[in-house]
Structure formats: structure tokens, C-alpha cells
């Protein structure tokens, strides 16, 4: 069986890698008033791809402010369905992901929700609660629609664990910063270095450090080793207390950073 071509998103990282660039990626919760004009606003201002949170009523994974980001959209009334009707009249021009648990691609069932991914231009989607020995058939899925499944890696994995999860990333390697839940944190870990130089030793896919990187600060040091970054609360914390446009001046600010140096 022969490798599947890379897709949208991976074939764009990797041409902006090769010219030098780190890559930005924000996200933002879909469904939170104001999301559509944070991700135009992130989009404009330099971020890469950008990620798109499906609020879920249990997020393993999410720490305060994306818990209560997830609240207020849930309360709101927000629904995957909702917000992905809402991703078609976005027009931007970088490649979009969705991040959700499995219980939302589970109830749709995997087929019928990678169709919706691509009826609504999703390039990617990020499922955190999906282990690797269990992502048989969610990938096969994917693979046919041609939606990349970003993989996850753990500071904790062993050593033969990293390559088969670098096998089976499509679109970039998501370097999980640090044990815990996402939120903004004084210093980025030493674990999301760590991780990031043993997964780039052992993957050509593009590696980028997500989970506990709060600044342009220490998104600037994750990237002295990674290929870039995923940065949620630090940019849903300014959509929920400032708006969108505080969401475009931040994501500006990260941007000069990483291409200053």
C-alpha cells in the first residue's frame, strides 16, 4: 500500500518551514460570541492554520478559561453541527482544523462526520481522547475524505511509541507541552522542548508544541526546537474579555516574535 500524499495543511507547513518560517497556529472555541471575527481577525494577522474547538460537555482536556469558553458557547447554543454551518461563511485564506473528542465523531459516526469536515472546508481535525492503538477507524475515514488527523504525543510516551505516532500524524504532530490540562502558565515547561527535539529526530512531519505555551515569550523558545505552536488559552481568554480585535493584535504580537529572530 503505497504512503498517502500529504494533505492541505501538511504540504502548506511544510513549504513555510523549508522558507524558514515558524508556524502560528491560535485557537479559538467556535460557537463564543465574536469566534467568527477572532478567527478572521487571528487569520489576517498572521497565524498559519488556525483551530477550531467543538465545545464538549467533558473536556479531558481543557483547563479553566477553555472550560468556560466551551460554557458559554454550550449555553449559547452551540452544536457541531452549528458551528460547522457557521466554519462555511468564514472565507479565509489559511487552512482550518477542528478539534473535538471522540464522543462528537463517534455520535455522528466517523464517515458521516469526516463528509461534514469537508462540506464545510475543515482541512484537519485534532481528537485529543483518541488513542492511537483505538484510531483505526476514525483515520480510515479520514484518510478517504482526505481530512488530516493530527496526532497527539505525550511527554511520557516511550521511545517506540514516538514513531508510530509520527506514521500515523497527517497534517503536523501536535507535542503535547506538558502533563495536564491547557492553560496559560509563568514558563513554558521544560517537558515541550524535550518532547519536540525527540519527536523532530524521528519524523519529517512538521512538529508543533501545544498545551501550556502562553506568550510570544515562550513561543519564541518552543520554536528554537519546534516547527511551531498551538496557542489556545493565552487567545480565548482575550476573545472572552476583549473581543476579536484583541484576538488579531495578539496573534500580530506572537507573529513579529517568531519572525524577528
Known amino acids: 500500500m503505497t504512503a498517502q500524499a500529504p494533505g492541505a495543511m501538511e504540504v502548506g507547513f511544510r513549504a513555510k518551514r523549508a522558507s524558514g518560517r515558524k508556524l502560528l497556529v491560535p485557537y479559538v472555541t467556535g460557537g463564543l460570541t465574536g469566534w467568527q471575527l477572532a478567527v478572521r481577525a487571528a487569520a489576517a494577522a498572521g497565524a498559519d492554520a488556525i483551530e477550531i474547538g467543538i465545545p464538549f460537555s467533558d473536556p479531558v482536556m481543557d483547563g479553566p478559561i477553555i ?12 452544536t457541531p453541527v452549528s458551528i460547522l454551518r457557521e466554519v462555511r461563511d468564514l472565507d479565509v485564506s489559511v487552512p ?7 464522543n462528537t465523531v463517534h455520535h455522528a459516526g466517523p464517515e458521516r462526520f469526516a463528509a461534514q469536515l469537508v462540506a464545510a472546508g475543515i482541512a484537519a481535525a485534532i481528537v485529543p481522547d483518541l488513542p492511537l492503538e483505538e484510531a483505526a477507524p476514525w483515520c480510515t475515514a479520514a484518510d478517504a475524505a482526505r481530512v488530516e488527523t493530527v496526532m497527539l504525543a505525550a511527554p511520557t510516551a516511550p521511545d517506540d511509541r514516538l514513531p508510530r505516532i509520527a506514521a500515523r500524524a497527517r497534517g503536523f504532530v501536535y507535542s503535547v507541552g506538558l502533563l495536564g490540562v491547557t492553560g496559560e502558565r509563568a514558563r513554558l515547561a521544560a517537558s515541550a522542548t524535550a518532547l519536540a527535539a525527540r519527536l523532530k529526530a524521528i519524523t519529517d512531519v512538521p512538529v508543533l508544541v501545544g498545551v501550556g505555551v502562553s506568550n510570544e515569550a515562550q513561543a519564541y523558545e518552543a520554536t528554537r526546537v519546534a516547527d511551531g505552536v498551538v496557542m489556545g488559552a493565552s487567545v480565548v481568554r482575550r476573545l472572552m474579555e476583549a ?17 524577528a529572530h
Do not use: H, I
Open 67 to 78: 472550560q468556560q469558553a466551551s460554557q458559554r458557547a454550550l449555553e449559547g447554543g452551540a
Open 96 to 102: 482550518l482544523a477542528v478539534m473535538t473528542y471522540y
Open 243 to 259: 473581543g476579536p480585535e484583541a484576538v488579531g493584535d495578539y496573534v500580530a504580537q506572537v507573529r513579529a516574535a517568531l519572525d
